[in-house]
Every structure is written in structure tokens, then in C-alpha cells.
């Protein structure tokens, strides 16, 4: 049984790419799509802001000369390349999803439209929003604070490498321990990097806990829904 009725998942695009140094692994794709499929058809309406980190970031195009605006923008639009892959892989596992976009894309995706993903989620199906919050200088962290909230989720489950928050970084500190679950308050105190500061203040603001939990951990996402012990909660 799960715990939660709508969900809000963060996959970033490092997610996609699995061990490869770039663009998206078909089989992690796949894998991935298995265990969001398993989730769905519990009956669990779900949402997905997709990142675009394994294409191109802003910060590195910025860094390289860019035009730091222009460079979100390229950002944005890796963002959906990543969804229309996602929507793509779902189709073939059966799961009928949409692709949402923050920037216009008539041809490819429909825009985001509030009412319509919410009817999308009522009726089953897998809203895929892409383009970020359509606004450089933003990241896909603070689009799934943002849609999470407006869509009225429960919680944002922000899928990593790792399978949760650490005292320490495990890589560097061999006595480091995970957090079951740790408050906004104490993550912060803590400096704990959960999520980007923005992202983590309307999460906070808007009383919306986040779950940090590996995605290529078997099974760790239907674990994560049914509210059993998996990954970091933050909660208020
Ligand atoms: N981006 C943006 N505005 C947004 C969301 C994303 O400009 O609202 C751009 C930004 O350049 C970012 C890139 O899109 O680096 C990819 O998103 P992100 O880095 O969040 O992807 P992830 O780390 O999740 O793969």
C-alpha cells in the first residue's frame, strides 16, 4: 500500500546517462522506466521533472564564455531532449505519458498548462515536465519545488547516485552515516547540500518534505512510495 497519493520525482540528467560519460544509456533508461511503471500502476499519480545535466549545463557553458543566459536556455532545451527520451522508453513499457515544457516547443511537446497536468494525473498517466521553470538562472531542482507545489504533491522524491544524505561525504570519510531523516532546519544548520538553496526554500516554505534516495537502487523507489526505510527523508 503506498503512503502517498501524487508524487513529484527529480531525476537528474546524470540519472540518464548511468555510467557513460554523457548523453542517455538506453538500458539505465529502461531499468529505470521498470520501477516507475511499478509505481504507477500502484495506483500512485506521479510527476517528473526531468534534469538535462548529462547534456549541457549553464554553469559550464557560462564558465566557458557564454553568455550565462544563453547557456541556461541550451540547458533547458537538453532538459527535453531527456523527456521526449523518457516519454519514448515509457511508451514502450506501456505507461502512457506527456511531455510538458516551460519553454514553447508546439512541434514537439505541449506547453505547461497547470489544469491539464493535473487532469493527466487524475487519469493515470505520467507528466513529464521539461525546460526547467523556463527561466535561466533557475535549475531542474527548483522546477520540481516549484511544479511539486503547484501541483499539490506530497513530497519530492529526488532521485541520486547516492542513497541518501551523510554526515559526511562516505567518499572522503569512511565513518560517515547516513540520515534517516533530518529537518530543514538542521540540514541547514548542518550546511547540507540537499538540494540548491532555492529549490530547498520553497520546499521549505511550502511544507513540502523532500526523500533522498538512490534510483539505481532495485526497487528503492517502490520502497520510497509505500513509505518504508529507504534513502534520507527532510522533513519540517
Ligand atoms: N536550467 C535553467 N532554468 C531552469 C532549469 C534548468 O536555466 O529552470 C538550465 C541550467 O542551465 C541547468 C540546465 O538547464 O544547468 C540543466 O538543468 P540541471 O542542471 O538542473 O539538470 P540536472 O543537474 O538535474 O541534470
Known sequence: MAAYKRVLLKLSGEALMGDDAYGINRTVIESMVRDIAEVVRSGVEMAIVIGGGNIFRG???GAAGMDRATADYMGMLATLMNGLALQDAMKHAGLVARVQSALRVDQVAEPYIRPKALRYLEEGKVVIFAAGTGNPFFTTDTAAALRGSEIGAEIVLKATKVDGIY???????????????????????????VMDATAFALCRDQRLPIKVFSIFKQGALMRVVRGEDEGTLVHL
Open 59 to 61: 554553469v559550464a557553458g
Open 167 to 193: 554526515t559526511a561525504d562516505p567518499k572522503k570519510d569512511p565513518s560517515s552515516t547516513m540520515y534517516a531523516k533530518i529537518s530543514f532546519d538542521e540540514a541547514i544548520a548542518r550546511n547540507l547540500q
